[in-house]
């Protein structure tokens, strides 16, 4: 008989912990540092950010009202290695806008509502999509929301969890509906699913020393052997 759902979902966290050891993201000095990378990192590899938050900070503190007056040309040139750059720096100005019109710049403020009703605000702020308002809400605001990213679509597509055509909602609720809503958890599995998807279940993965091998769907086929 099949295991449950949930057993599956807490046997690889407790296979990813074990190997991996907890690693505590997210790699930011404060939770306005999160929502500035979280949009910086849309469609770029999080390499390309890192310098570009360094090179911000260089500038100004990372505070919202820093953002907020900065010179718009300054700031795309600043964020010019992260790709989209004039997208990426008209959307957080925008955001950063928002945040000191309705919460006089207290992201806390924003973050701390009911979570369906925060989540539902930041997805009708201007490029904030599903997973920039999950990653906001978790490493943000410490708040239980699951993050959905690609590595989680190909890790549990090929663990034989996801068919591959799932929308973000139905793998997001995967995760919702089997797991306890606990933040700290979310963080972690999150983090571990990345970190996975580096060092094993590459693009062309690297399944000899896999710590899922013995339960991975791909693999038991022969996929990659
Ligand atoms: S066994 Fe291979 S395909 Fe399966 S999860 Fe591990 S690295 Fe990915």
């Not at 972690?188 to 580096?198: D, P």
Request: aromatic share 10%; hydrophobic share 40%; glycine share 8%.
């Amino acid at each position: 008989m099949a295991k449950p759902l949930t057993g599956c979902l807490d046997d690889i966290f407790n296979r990813l912990l074990t190997h991996f050891g907890a690693l505590h993201w997210w790699p930011a000095e404060s939770p306005f540092e999160v929502v500035v990378g979280a949009i910086l990192t849309q469609n770029t590899a999080w390499r390309n950010v890192e310098g570009v938050i360094a090179a911000l900070k260089d500038e100004a503190p990372l505070t919202v009202a820093s953002l907020l007056w900065m010179d718009r040309q300054r700031l795309e040139e600043l964020i010019r290695p992260s790709g989209f750059f004039r997208q990426k720096a008209e959307r957080l100005q925008l955001f950063a806008t928002y945040l000191m019109d309705h919460y006089a710049g207290d992201l806390g403020a924003m973050l701390s509502g009911p979570l369906q009703q925060v989540r539902d605000e930041l997805l009708c702020c201007k490029g904030v999509g599903p997973e920039t308002a999950d990653s906001i809400l978790l490493y943000a605001g410490d708040r239980p929301s699951f993050v959905v990213d690609a590595y989680t679509r190909r890790l549990f597509g090929r663990l034989g969890l996801l068919q591959g055509k799932e929308s973000y909602d139905k793998v997001r609720q995967m995760f919702m509906t089997h797991l306890p809503h606990n933040s700290d958890l979310f963080n972690e599995y999150h983090a571990l699913i990345v970190e996975q998807c580096k060092q094993y279940c590459r693009t062309k993965p690297l399944c000899c020393d896999c710590p899922l091998q013995g339960d991975c769907a791909a693999y038991l086929r022969g996929d990659y052997p």
